[in-house]
């Protein structure tokens, strides 16, 4: 089952603050983030565990709700380097057995 | 250290043909994966290989293939090609077998064009 990713789109001044959500609903294992620019290859952001487990770049803050199966990604002070699309990838169960399953992505532009 | 390499960048199949697609993981990462990146569809599971066997499937015919060699690097194949085939190919490689808790890293992928 795909997850669902809101907003499709966002356009940011640099400096504003963006959330980017992902849900599912089935329940989830882990939730992983990635930022993909246009012609490059997904860049690994976070992963977020069941039961708490986080690994990411600093600079990037996310939250799990496993009772609503939803993640948060909080791009805070936005910076031109961050526009790309964001895409989330779940995981249903420990061993990945299907894989990541992702999301269609959420669109950010930032501008000057 | 190197990323994940993947080759050929670009190449363009006519239906019917076949192809092979080769991805180089980052070095000492035992498990690939691929995935296949369309407009439509988005980011599909294809299958991930650890210590060269097929260990999970997704939901692709059986004209996609794949295998993974001796040193990690792995190769996927499509057998007589369909327009539909068009994509972006991308291979990811993580130290552990799964996603579960491991860091995936995406190479470049390949686009495939089926004219």
């Known amino acids: 089952q795909q997850p669902v990713q809101s907003p499709q789109a966002v356009i940011l001044r640099e400096g504003e603050d963006a959330v980017i959500n992902c849900s599912s609903s089935k329940a989830l294992y882990s939730v992983h983030w990635y930022r993909q620019k246009h012609g490059e290859a997904p860049v690994f952001l976070m992963i977020?565990?069941?039961?708490?487990e986080q690994k990411g770049h600093e600079k990037i803050s996310a939250s799990f709700n496993e009772k609503k199966q939803q993640s948060s990604l909080y791009l805070t002070a936005s910076q031109l380097s961050y526009s790309g699309t964001y895409f989330c990838?779940?995981?249903?169960?420990?061993?990945?057995?299907?894989?990541?399953?992702f999301g269609k992505g959420t669109h950010l532009i930032i501008q000057p | 250290k190197a990323g994940v390499t993947q080759t050929p960048r670009y190449l363009i199949k006519t239906r019917g043909q076949q192809v092979t697609l080769s991805c180089s993981p980052i070095?000492?990462?035992?498990?690939v994966s691929w995935y296949q990146q369309t407009p439509g569809q988005g980011l599909q599971f294809l299958f991930e290989?650890?210590?060269?066997?097929?260990?999970n499937k997704g939901n692709f015919p059986g004209r996609f293939s794949g295998r993974q060699f001796s040193n990690s690097r792995s190769e996927m194949n499509v057998s007589t090609l369909e327009l539909g085939d068009s994509a972006l190919y991308l291979c990811a490689s993580s130290l552990g077998q799964g996603s579960t808790g491991n860091t995936i890293y995406f190479g470049e992928g390949s686009w495939l064009t089926v004219v």
């Open positions: 290989y650890f210590s060269e066997t097929q260990r």
């Open positions: 990838g779940t995981e249903l169960g420990r061993g990945g057995a299907d894989g990541l399953t």
């Open positions: 070095s000492g990462h035992r498990s």
């Open positions: 977020l565990l069941k039961g708490g």
